[in-house]
C-alpha cells in the first residue's frame, strides 16, 4: 500500500529528513525556504523518531550547529535559500576539510545581493565550484520535482556518509514552493552506531581520543590530507554520476537543464516535436559530480545544444567543458527571479541554433 | 633527610592529570592557558567523567587545545564554539560538553553564538580566557582592552571614542536567564588557581544537574602580547585588569550575586 | 613535614611563575639552560620544601611533581 500525500518541496525535503532517519535539524528563516523548518516545528519529530529541531541565531550559527552535531556521527542538517547560505559557506568549507558528513538543502533564490525571493538558479557556481574556501568539493544533487525533494534526503544522508562529505541539495524557490504528489518511504532508524575511527562519543576507556578538525600547521601533512580529499573525489566522480535523458533517442537538438529548468523544458520538447523539431534533453541530477561523460557521448549527434538555466550561464560553463568543440552551444537563462515559459525556451532554440 | 626518601610513590601529593597529554604546551611561558588547561582536566578526571565529555576548541591561542586535553575534541571556527557546542549537546544530551575560548573568539566574533547560546541555558560549559589581546596574531587590540592600553592596533592606547569600550561579557551574559553559573577568575596564584578549580567544578556539576549554561570567565595574562616578563605581566594583571573584570561569582544556581 | 619537587627540567619553560609561589623560597631558576634554551626551575632549597604543591599548581606547563612525607615528632 503506497503512503501517497501532497506536500510542498519544502515540506517533502522536512518528510524526507524525518524518515531518512536524521538526527537534529538546525536552521535560521529566510525566503523562500522556512516552510521546512516550520513543518519541522509543527511535525515535532522529537516525538516521532526523537530527531531534534532547533531554530538558530543566524545561518552561521545554524552551519556550526550543524558540523557540531556531524562531529559526533550523527545524520544533521539544515536548510537556507541563497543570502544564507552564502553566509553558511566559512562552515561549509571547515565541515568538508574536517570530512564531516551533512545534509545541506539551498532553495535557491535571486541575487546577487538581497536579489529577490523568486526562484533562480544563479548559485551553480557557489555549489558546484566551491563556494568557501580551499580545494573542495561538494556533491550537489538538483532536485527537479516535489518528489525529489523528498527522496533526495535518504540519498543524501547515503552519500554524505558513504563519502564523509557535506551533500548539497541545490533546489529553488519554484520546487520548494510548488505542490505535487510525493510517495512516502517508510520511516527509517535514527543513527545507532558510531565509528570510532573518526566519530566524537567521549573517549572511551583504554582508547585514543578523537580529534576533528581541519586545521594543520604542517603544510606538508595538510598536503597529504588534501591529496586524500582529491583521492576521495575522484572516487566520487566515478561512480556518483546521475543524471536523466528524455527523448534523446531521435533527437537533434538537446537541452541540458536541471532542477526547475528540466521540468519547464521537458513542455518545451513537447511544443517542439508538435512542431517537428526533434529535442531531448539531458537532466543532470549530481551538479558535481557532473555527468560530463554521458553528455560528450550524447553531442557529437547534436545539430546543437541549448543550455537552460535560470541564470546568466553558469552551467553551461560545464557543458563546454564536456562536450569541447564541434558541437553549437548556447545558453538562455532568465536571471534576478524570472521563471521562463516553455514557449520562450523553444523560441530561443530557434533563434540560438537553428535560424542563426 | 635524604631527597630520595621523601620521592617515593607513596609520598605523591600532586602530579600532572594524565589527561593532560603529554605533548609540551605551546603557549608562552608563563602563559595562563597552560594552568587553565590543566585544572580542566583535573575537574574532569576527578567528575570520572572522561569518557562522556566532548570539548570544543576555539580560534586563538587555544586553537590547538585538543593536542593537550586528552578527550574526544573538535576545533571550531572563529567565534562559533557555542554554536558547536549546541549542536553537540543537542544531539548528545547527556554528555558533557564545553566550549574553551579567548576574548577574541567570544567576545567579538562569537558574540552572538555566545550570548544566544547563554540565552536558551545551553546546557553546557564555556571557559573564558580574558588576556584583553588577541595573542596568536600578535598581540592585536581585542574587545576586552582596558581604556589607554596598548596593543599593536593601538599602538597609542584604546582610545574610547574611536575604538570603543572595553567588554564585560561575563556581566552581560549573568543577565540572561538561561545562565545558571557565572564566575569570574584567576590563575596566577596557588589560591586563585584552586578557586578557578572549584569554579569549573562547579560549572560541570551545573550541567550535571540540566540546570542552563555555565560559564567561567579567567582573566589571564599575555607577556608576549602584554611585552612584560611573566611575574611582571602578573603583576601588571592584578593592578590593571582586575580593578575593571572584578574577581569573583557574579550568578550562582541562577540568581545574580549582590551588586550585580 | 618534608616535602620535595621533581622538575621536568625539559619542559620547563623557566617563567618562575612557581618562584614567586613558593612560600619557602625553595626555587631558584638554574644558570644552566635546558635544551630550549630556558633557564629551568631547580629546588635550591630543598630542605626548606613543605611540600605545599603551590609551585605546581601555578606551574602554566604542569612540570613540577610535588612528594612530602610526614615526620615522626
New interface residues.
Given amino acids: 500500500m503506497k503512503e501517497l500525500k501532497l506536500m510542498k518541496g519544502n515540506e517533502a525535503a522536512a518528510e524526507g529528513a524525518i524518515r531518512a532517519g536524521a538526527d537534529g535539524y538546525f536552521g535560521y528563516p529566510i525566503t523562500p525556504q522556512s516552510e521546512v523548518m516550520e513543518y519541522l516545528m509543527a511535525e515535532q519529530p522529537e516525538k516521532r523518531t526523537g530527531m531534534v529541531v532547533l531554530q538558530a541565531e543566524s545561518e552561521l550559527a545554524a552551519i556550526n550547529m550543524v558540523y557540531g552535531a556531524a562531529s559526533t556521527g550523527k545524520k544533521a542538517m539544515t536548510s537556507s535559500s541563497s543570502p544564507g547560505i552564502s553566509l553558511m559557506q566559512e562552515g561549509i568549507s571547515y565541515l568538508a576539510g574536517a570530512e564531516l558528513p551533512c545534509l545541506i538543502l539551498n532553495v535557491v533564490r535571486g541575487g546577487p545581493g538581497l536579489g529577490t525571493i523568486q526562484p533562480s538558479q544563479a548559485d551553480y557556481f557557489q555549489s558546484t565550484k566551491g563556494g568557501g574556501h580551499g580545494d573542495y568539493r561538494l556533491i550537489v544533487l538538483a532536485p527537479s520535482s516535489v518528489q525529489e525533494m523528498f527522496d533526495f534526503a535518504f540519498l543524501g544522508f547515503d552519500l554524505a556518509f558513504k563519502y564523509r562529505n557535506p551533500v548539497l541539495m541545490l533546489s529553488d524557490g519554484l520546487i520548494g514552493q510548488m505542490m505535487e504528489k510525493v510517495e512516502l518511504r517508510e520511516q527509517l532508524p535514527r543513527t545507532t552506531y558510531f565509528d570510532r575511527s573518526w566519530t566524537l562519543t567521549g573517549k572511551p576507556d583504554g582508547q585514543e581520543r578523537n580529534i576533528v578538525t581541519s586545521l594543520d600547521l604542517d603544510a606538508s601533512r595538510q598536503e597529504v590530507h588534501n591529496q586524500h580529499l582529491q583521492e576521495k573525489y575522484r572516487k566520487c566522480q566515478a561512480n556518483e554520476v546521475r543524471y536523466e535523458l528524455l527523448n534523446t533517442e531521435d533527437a537533434e537538438y538537446l537541452f541540458v537543464a536541471y532542477g526547475s529548468s528540466a521540468r519547464i523544458c521537458q513542455k518545451a520538447i513537447q511544443l517542439g516535436r508538435e512542431e517537428g523539431i526533434k529535442i531531448g534533453l539531458l537532466r543532470p541530477i549530481t551538479l558535481w559530480p557532473y555527468p560530463a561523460k554521458p553528455l560528450a557521448e550524447l553531442a557529437p549527434g547534436m545539430k546543437g545544444i541549448l543550455s537552460v538555466e535560470q541564470s546568466a550561464g553558469q552551467m553551461v560553463e560545464d557543458v563546454r567543458l564536456s562536450v569541447g568543440c564541434g558541437v553549437h552551444i548556447e545558453h538562455f537563462g532568465r536571471m534576478g527571479g524570472m521563471i521562463p515559459t516553455p514557449e520562450e525556451v523553444l523560441e530561443n532554440l530557434k533563434k540560438l541554433l537553428i535560424t542563426k | 633527610m635524604d631527597i630520595k626518601d621523601i620521592i617515593k610513590p607513596e609520598n605523591l601529593v600532586y602530579q600532572k592529570t594524565p589527561l593532560m597529554t603529554d605533548k609540551p604546551l605551546s603557549y608562552c611561558p608563563g602563559c595562563g592557558h597552560g594552568t587553565a588547561h590543566r585544572i580542566l582536566m583535573e575537574v574532569i578526571e576527578e567528575m570520572g567523567i572522561q569518557s562522556e565529555t566532548i570539548g570544543v576548541a576555539p580560534v586563538g591561542c587555544s586553537v590547538l587545545a585538543y593536542d593537550f586535553m586528552n578527550v574526544d575534541m573538535v576545533g571550531a571556527s572563529h567565534g562559533r564554539a557555542p554554536a558547536v557546542a549546541t549542536g553537540i549537546k543537542r544531539c548528545w544530551p547527556e554528555k558533557f560538553v564545553y566550549t574553551y575560548q579567548g576574548d577574541g573568539d567570544l567576545a567579538a566574533i562569537g558574540t552572538a553564538e555566545t550570548i544566544h547560546a547563554c540565552n536558551r541555558g545551553e546546557n553546557i560549559t564555556i571557559i573564558f580566557i580574558n588576556n584583553g589581546i588577541y595573542g596568536m596574531t600578535g598581540g592585536q587590540m581585542a574587545p576586552t582592552t582596558l581604556k589607554g592600553m596598548k596593543t599593536s592596533t593601538s599602538p597609542y592606547g584604546r582610545d574610547i571614542e574611536t575604538m570603543g569600550n572595553p567588554l564585560k561579557m561575563t556581566e552581560l551574559v549573568a543577565q540572561l536567564p538561561g545562565t545558571c553559573y557565572v564566575t569570574r577568575q584567576s590563575v596566577h596564584s596557588p589560591r586563585n588557581v584552586r578557586r578557578a578549580k572549584k569554579a569549573i567544578r562547579t560549572a560541570f556539576e551545573s550541567q550535571k544537574g540540566k540546570k542552563g549554561t555555565s560559564l567561567v570567565e579567567i582573566v589571564s595574562n599575555c607577556n608576549s602580547g602584554w611585552k612584560l616578563e611573566p611575574v611582571a605581566a602578573n603583576d601588571w594583571m592584578v593592578e590593571n585588569m582586575f580593578p575593571f573584570f572584578p574577581l569573583g561569582d557574579i550568578k550562582v544556581d541562577g540568581k545574580l550575586v549582590n551588586n550585580q | 613535614m ?3 619537587i ?1 622538575v621536568d627540567i625539559e ?1 620547563c ?5 612557581c ?3 613558593c612560600p619557602n623560597d625553595v626555587i631558584a631558576m638554574a644558570h644552566e639552560v635546558n635544551h630550549k634554551g ?1 633557564h629551568y626551575a631547580f629546588q635550591e632549597h ?1 630542605e626548606d620544601c613543605v ?4 609551585c ?14 610526614k ?1 615522626s615528632d
Fill in positions: 618534608k616535602g620535595a621533581v619542559k619553560k623557566g617563567c618562575e611563575v618562584r614567586v609561589a630556558y630543598q611540600g605545599c604543591a603551590n605546581a599548581v601555578v606551574c602554566p606547563d604542569g612540570v613540577i611533581t610535588v612528594y612530602k612525607i615526620l
